[in-house]
């Protein structure tokens, strides 16, 4: 079975006090405007012999979990750079994991990739040396969360929507605004449901953006301060509603199949998952649009197997290890190629890999600085470390 974000409560609060004990230098430095010097790969060599790789769970598999679910044994045969992998439980868990210095690659969600880059975590990616990189989907490539002023510093390696789910045999009429799920006289009260990290403030701005204008939001992650004390005063509104914040999409599956969450964040994955077990459920973007998610494969500035990084990144992102990593995982893959050898031939469909309208107003999660990442240059905006101490008081209130 798929694995996706794994958080328990005891996973976000330690998340929480480390991002707090260890992140105030990258989120300083991701507010500046000057990159830190960092070389590019010119070429390649031989493969050192390992990769060592920091990654979501389920973007790695062996064979171990299921005997069909392999891309990594094929790899290792192929170029001889055994992978040994750490599963990371949360993005602050990954960028900790990577000023150690000792991973070479990482599968960072956007709302870790410029921490990465600004804190000079993370290498520019010459994607001359990943061939894989011609049939990537063009409006995942050179975006916000993974390049700086158009240089590459990853591979796209899949997307999805973050979209609101609904029992369709108990919500009545069928939402079709994320306002269901912030109306503070809503019938099912206690029954809501929300994704529990800090990232979910962008959730609360994009509501905002698209129903209060006068707050002049124009991007979710890149919030003043007036606009941020909105969003967040949103989610304190929101608050008793909620029965749980859910970062185990397994749990989240089960509340849905018990009746105990009728509305809510969700993604695809658990819709399809809730689905085969005959919960009636259905999962919509809204009128407003949604958050989202598209991960980034990045190499270390310190890489010990640059090598053998740069053959991972390419292996994982061709057709086959694309496809295959998609079906496993629950999400739309990253190269058009992928689509033509999904076992499930429906598969790219139902996940809209290559719809781009359909994605048009999906805002992929990104990490907020202070240099706002709407363009503005007359204000701050509020940094990702304040997000994180928002969100920590709003769950703990």
């Known amino acids: 079975m798929r694995k996706k974000r794994l958080f328990s409560q005891i996973a976000v609060a330690s998340a929480i006090a480390l991002v707090l004990a260890s992140c105030s230098s990258s989120d300083k430095k991701a507010s500046e405007t000057t990159l830190p010097k960092v070389e590019m790969m010119k070429s390649l060599g031989a493969g050192e012999g390992q990769v060592n790789i920091v990654a979501w769970a389920g973007y790695v598999e062996n064979g171990s979990n299921d005997p069909k679910v392999d891309w990594v044994t ?18 602050d868990e990954m960028v900790a994991l990577m000023k150690t210095g000792e991973y070479d690659v990482v599968s960072a969600s956007g709302d870790a990739s410029l921490r990465l880059i600004y804190g000079g975590d993370v290498a520019p990616v010459n994607t001359a040396l990943v061939p894989n990189y011609a049939d990537i989907f063009a409006d995942l490539k050179n975006q916000q969360w993974n390049s700086v002023d158009g240089v590459a510093y990853g591979i796209p390696h899949g997307r999805g929507a973050n979209l609101l789910a609904y029992r369709t045999d108990i919500v009545n009429p069928a ?9 503070a006289n809503s019938p ?17 701005a994009l509501y905002l953006m698209k129903t209060q204008p006068d707050l002049g939001i124009k991007y979710p992650y890149a919030l003043d301060q007036k606009q941020f004390d909105a969003a967040v ?8 509603l909620i029965g749980e914040y859910w970062g185990d999409y397994l749990k989240h599956v ?26 009636k459920v259905e999962g919509i973007k809204p009128v407003e649009g949604s958050t989202g998610w598209s991960d980034t494969w990045m ?26 990593v998609a079906e496993w995982f629950g999400e739309a893959p990253s190269n058009a190629k992928a689509c033509d050898l999904t076992s499930d031939k429906n598969f790219c469909t139902t996940y809209h890999a290559a719809e781009a309208t359909y994605w048009n107003d999906v805002y992929y999660w990104n990490t907020a600085t202070e240099a706002c990442l709407d363009g503005r240059k007359d204000v701050k905006c509020v940094p990702y470390s304040e997000w994180v101490k928002a969100w920590s008081s709003l769950r703990n209130a």
């Open 74 to 91: 094929g790899f290792e045969k192929e170029t001889g750079c055994k992978v040994n992998v750490k599963v990371g439980s949360t993005s």
């Open 175 to 183: 939402p079709t605004s994320w306002g269901a799920v912030f109306d």
């Open 188 to 204: 099912y009260k206690g029954r809501i449901t929300a994704y529990d990290s800090p990232i979910y403030i962008a959730d609360a």
């Open 233 to 240: 005063a949103l989610l304190k509104v929101q608050k008793p």
């Open 254 to 279: 089960a509340s849905l199949k018990s009746g105990g969450t009728v509305l809510g964040t969700t993604w695809q994955v658990n819709i399809n998952l809730a689905q085969s077990e005959g919960v």
């Open 299 to 324: 190499i270390s500035s310190k890489a010990k197997n640059p090598n053998c990084a740069y053959k991972w990144m390419n292996s994982i992102v061709s057709p086959e290890s694309n496809a295959a």
